[in-house]
């Protein structure tokens, strides 16, 4: 089993910088991937950006290219995401989730996900 913790949500105004953390605690994953993804109200939950535990690979939506960064510490079994410049229409509930599978950008191939935490954009 394993259990994902998010935090670092907020209220801040567009143009500034907030950082999520991931806490992930359980049984060995260094063969997964860990993804955040972005709950906004009436939309379905959308791709944010990716990391696998292991090697170079990040994933980023279109959307948040170049303004957001997504990392790791394996030695803590932490996953960031590090968002500049932050728009209004980033706002919403930020989740993290594992899976082990090559699709990190799709919702339905993660098996884990974190109880999420509130990101608020204000313009």
């Known amino acids: 089993q394993v259990q994902l913790v998010e935090s670092g949500g907020g209220l801040v105004q567009a143009g500034g910088s907030l950082r999520l953390s991931c806490k992930a605690s359980?049984?060995?994953?260094?063969?997964?991937?860990m993804g955040w993804f972005r709950k906004a109200p009436g939309k379905e939950r959308q791709f944010v950006a990716a990391t696998r535990w292991s090697g170079d690979s990040r994933y980023y939506a279109d959307s948040v290219k170049g303004r957001f960064t997504v990392s790791r510490d394996n030695s803590k079994n932490m996953v960031y995401l590090q968002m500049d410049n932050l728009k209004p229409e980033d706002t919403g509930i930020y989740y993290c989730g594992l899976t082990t599978t090559l699709r990190v950008d799709i919702p339905s191939m993660y098996h884990y996900w974190g109880q999420g935490t509130q990101v608020n954009v204000s313009s």
């Open positions: 359980g049984r060995a994953f260094s063969s997964s991937a």
